[in-house]
């Protein structure tokens, strides 16, 4: 479904040039659920922006079923990819309804029966047609994050890229998103690329995980390597390690990665 | 006072003694009762205060320090810090506590830091507020504390200005800031909460320094119970205002709350499974019952 080859994107220039993302390379089966984790800047996020158009200055090739996406997107291309982003109070605007949230990419996409699509997806998003006219401050940080899915959603697109989701969320409420998330995979066959510095949540959604830093993939974890930690990469150890919680003596062994 | 004292921490004679605190806001809608009833003694130790947005960890930590809001009050039994009576201390010996005695790391350190100075610049000075020392002597212990901190180019980041910094790093500046005081207690407010998973467990190791090297008491607040767990030596879980349980953090399997063992079982594991999350079911009786006063060394 989706397959990067030798990706790469710079920003800036002369000495305050910073190679973002250095030959990355990734291929998503249809349906699969695969994650990006490390630190922050290691460069998750510009990956998936690449992918959406937000950024075109990249080289390499992306292609998303088969199709090479050019650099600059057309909205028929977007249709079929959408992006949830970390901060549901960002990410949606403030003096919008859900309502008028989730139609504009009906109108934009000039797609019909738009009244019943929204309360079609409010329900699969778990929020009651209760919720179709209020504010985004009218709402909990959970459930606008499920406004953001529903949005991303209501295209009904075929992959969807997650920047983060649950990152801004309680521990409680993230579950309830990764539920979602996982519910919404399965009932409609999507591809989830999903992007978090916190292994454990994308252990959870995904089945492979890609492991950056700086820019590069380090090395690439299976479930079973999840579990047993059986890794090669001393940054890969080292945060898999961390993500198990204080460990004092297991610390003194960290080395900076560079 | 800073004599001798043992690894284990010192459950006698608490640094910090805390008895039915309470913090309430006046709103246009009406009073808030952030926090309700809250009782814990700190000796030289580090304690944690676990719990979900809104449960008031934050705001019983500003109380602590008597830092609350203009529109809001504290209340209190007893609010003790060795010897002196936080509750009827006058401006000026609140202001000689905060920052040398008492430290505080707000949550977001972009907005504790000075714009308008360079990070050296502050460091020194806070060093000099708590020491009479000259100017040359401040920048070296800033410059060393900077080194403490992992900071890798301490003479470089010394001039830099906050808006300069990674957010991983301003947290470590901040930390440089309370830590130069050399302080008896610190109050660490989500310290390590935008800090990668491995930067993190470094600045852990900080803080764990001061309390085993130099006897500092630690108030760590975090909402991730089990990062909390495996570095505190004892943990309050607070839910609407109120301690629901205190845990033996050696023994968090033995959680007997719904509440904590709910926020235990809704994180995701990395076993390699894909199970749904159990969610967490709140029980209204929760806010009905009395805050759990465990947490005090005498009984
Ligand atoms: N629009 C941009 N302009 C300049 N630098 C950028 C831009 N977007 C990202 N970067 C840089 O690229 C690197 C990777 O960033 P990002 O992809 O956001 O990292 P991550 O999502 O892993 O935290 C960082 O060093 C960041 O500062
Ligand atoms: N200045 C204020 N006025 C009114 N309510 C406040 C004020 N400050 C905090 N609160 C409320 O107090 C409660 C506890 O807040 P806080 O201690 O910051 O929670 P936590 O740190 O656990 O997320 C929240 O409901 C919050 O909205
Ligand atoms: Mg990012
Ligand atoms: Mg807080």
Redesign the pocket.
């Known amino acids: 479904m989706i397959d990067i080859n030798d990706f790469s994107i710079t920003?800036?220039s002369g000495k305050n040039q910073?190679q973002?993302v250095k030959n990355f390379n990734l291929s998503v089966a249809e349906g699969e659920s695969f994650g990006l984790v490390?630190e922050?800047?290691?460069?998750?996020?510009?990956?998936l922006r690449a992918m959406v158009g937000i950024y075109s200055h990249w080289t390499g090739t992306i292609r998303i079923d088969g199709q090479p996406i050019a650099h600059k997107r057309t909205p028929a291309s977007r249709k079929h990819m959408q992006m949830v982003f970390q901060d549901p109070y960002g990410s949606l605007h403030p003096r919008r309804t859900v309502d008028a949230t989730l139609s504009e990419p009906l109108i934009i996409h000039g797609m019909d029966k738009r009244e019943e699509r929204v309360l079609k997806i409010l329900g699969e998003v778990g929020l009651g047609p209760e919720y179709r006219f209020r504010y985004p401050h009218q709402l909990s940080g959970g459930q606008r994050q499920r406004v953001a899915i529903a949005r991303a959603l209501i295209l009904e697109p075929r992959v969807i890229l997650l920047d983060e989701p649950t990152s801004a969320l309680d521990v409680s409420v993230q579950a309830e998103i990764l539920n979602l998330l996982s519910a919404l995979r399965k009932a409609h066959g999507l591809t989830y690329v999903m992007?978090s510095h916190d292994l454990a949540v994308v252990g959870h959604l995904c089945s492979r995980i890609a492991v950056?830093n700086r820019?590069v993939v380090v090395e690439e974890m299976s479930e079973d390597q999840m579990r047993t930690g059986d890794l090669k990469h001393e940054y890969t150890r080292q945060l898999w390690t961390a993500s198990h919680g204080y460990d004092r003596k297991a610390l003194a062994g960290f080395k900076e990665i560079a | 006072m800073n004599g001798s004292f043992n690894k284990e921490p010192l459950r006698e004679e608490p640094m910090l003694s805390v008895r039915d605190l309470h913090v309430r806001f006046s709103t246009s809608k009406g009073l808030v009762h952030a926090v309700r009833g809250v009782s814990f003694d700190l000796g030289r130790e580090r304690l944690g205060i676990v719990g979900e947005s809104g449960s008031g960890k934050s705001q019983t930590g500003r109380a602590l320090l008597r830092l609350t809001a203009g529109n809001g009050r504290i209340e209190a039994e007893k609010l003790m810090f060795s010897g002196m009576d936080l509750m009827h201390a006058n401006a000026r010996t609140m202001r000689n506590i905060r920052g040398s005695r008492i430290s505080m790391i707000m949550q977001d350190p972009k907005y504790s830091l000075n714009p308008v100075l360079t990070v050296g610049a502050q460091i020194a000075e806070s060093c000099r507020r708590h020491e009479n020392i000259p100017r040359t002597e401040a920048k070296k212990r800033a410059l060393s504390m900077l080194d403490t901190v992992h900071i890798r180019e301490p003479e470089k980041v010394y001039s830099l200005y906050p808006h300069q910094v990674s957010g991983g790093m301003g947290q470590r500046i901040m930390i440089a800031m309370m830590l130069i005081t050399n302080p008896d207690v610190m109050i660490a407010d989500e310290p390590t909460s935008a800090l990668d998973v491995t930067v993190q467990m470094q600045v852990l190791s900080l803080l764990d320094d001061m309390v085993r090297e130099r006897g500092m008491g630690l108030v760590l607040i975090s909402h991730d119970l089990q990062l909390v767990s495996s570095f505190c030596d004892r943990v309050l879980v607070m839910y609407g205002g109120r301690i629901m349980e205190t845990l033996d953090a050696k023994r968090l399997d033995e959680a007997q709350h719904p509440y904590t063992r709910g926020l235990l079982n809704c994180l995701p594991r990395l076993d390699g499974r894909h199970d749904d999350l159990p969610v967490l079911e709140r029980d209204p009786a929760w806010l009905a019952q009395p805050s759990d006063a465990s947490g005090v060394f005498e009984q």
Request: hydrophobic share 40%; charged share 5%.
């Open positions: 920003f800036g910073i973002a490390g922050s800047g290691s460069g998750k996020s510009t990956v992007v950056m820019g």
